[in-house]
């Protein structure tokens, strides 16, 4: 019996090494290739053509992935049944709004791309819901004419306005809006994209900027009151329910955290439910990820750790602030995920010199790789290489 035992402890040990080895090996994944990503706005096209001439542009730089526009505010540029379509495809007057193009700008670039082996992320713009100072025709359904519930208001009880240039924002407290963003994504889920990339998902903490367009006789004072969202009854309700009536600053700022926090988790569990593949939802999320939490309500880290996202891709545009902000991001969501979860957003209208710099810290700092913003700066109208461009090309392409 001596000799059975022996045996077993010999299996038994084995067994156990066997157990640790695949541990081991399981856990231990090879590098991945950086990530070379390009956004491309709604602005850079308006023709068939201009789309395919993009496309061609972007893979023939040697860029892995793009971040294709085809959503402003509350308008889009590809098939929907929730939204009317974009009238820059038709023209330049809103009264256009809704009109079919007669092609779809998504697939199409989904089309052009297969053969390059580029991967299309679905790009839109999620809580700004109309811009400039012509109201939408109410025949198109658009959310400024169809739900004006569903925007933000501010501190002196006002509907935020849009000006001629920023956007008015839908308020991701309420459930309806959350629910109609949600049918968004499972409409951009039934195309073949490789990812859905989320920006404006946040608080509109800039708007102190542009608010003296629509209040010019407002103090400094009244103009941060406009400037501060949201405080629509729903809010205010949620608010009281959770807290009480002595509500502090800092409970504040947690529940509209949360609020966005929760819609970029409905997004998430979305996606799995309709697409529960390899399809990634990315983020692009404020340079400063402490700032972006205390001021824009966007808890980039948090969505990081949590495992709410794939990639956030930091909008580090600063020269002066970079690396102190790519600390800050590396510290938010810890070594590990920013090694896999945070790709470095490089704006391309600094210095060419300041750029190139900035894409070998941002592959230096082990981090999942960068992302150019934008098209424009690298190609003119024509969709020629600009001087920029062609400098930056040189270095990008593998």
Known sequence: MKWIKTLWVVVLGLGVFASVAWVVLSSFQPPQPPVRALWVTRFDYTTPEDVCRIVDNVAAAGFTDVFFQIRGNATVFYRSKLEPWAYELSGESPSLLGTDPGWDPLQLAIDTAAPHGLRVHAYMNVLPAWKGLVEPPESAGQLWTAHPDWFMVDSLGQKMLPTSGWYSFINPVLPEVRAHLRGIVAELCRYDVAGIHLDYIRYPEDYRLVAAQRYPDASDEEILRHADFSYD????????????????????????????????????????????????????????????????YQDSGSWV???????????????TSFDRYLKAMRKATGRRKFRSSVVMGIYCKNDVSEVAVQIDKALASGSRGYALFSYSFLFDEEHSETEKGRILLEKIRP
């Not at 750790?305 to 020269?319: A, E, F, K, S």
Request: aromatic share 8%; hydrophobic share 35%; glycine share 6%.
């Open 233 to 296: 009854p729903a809010s205010q309700s949620a608010l009281f329910e959770q807290y009480g009536w002595e509500v502090s600053k800092r409970e504040i700022t947690q529940f509209r955290c949360d609020s966005v926090t929760h819609l970029v988790r409905d997004i998430s569990y979305t996606m799995q439910a309709t697409r529960p593949d390899d399809c990634l939802l990315t983020a692009s999320v404020m340079g400063n990820p402490v700032a972006g939490r205390a001021h824009a």
């Open 305 to 319: 750790r949590q495992g709410l996202v794939d990639w956030v891709v930091q909008m580090n545009y600063g020269t």
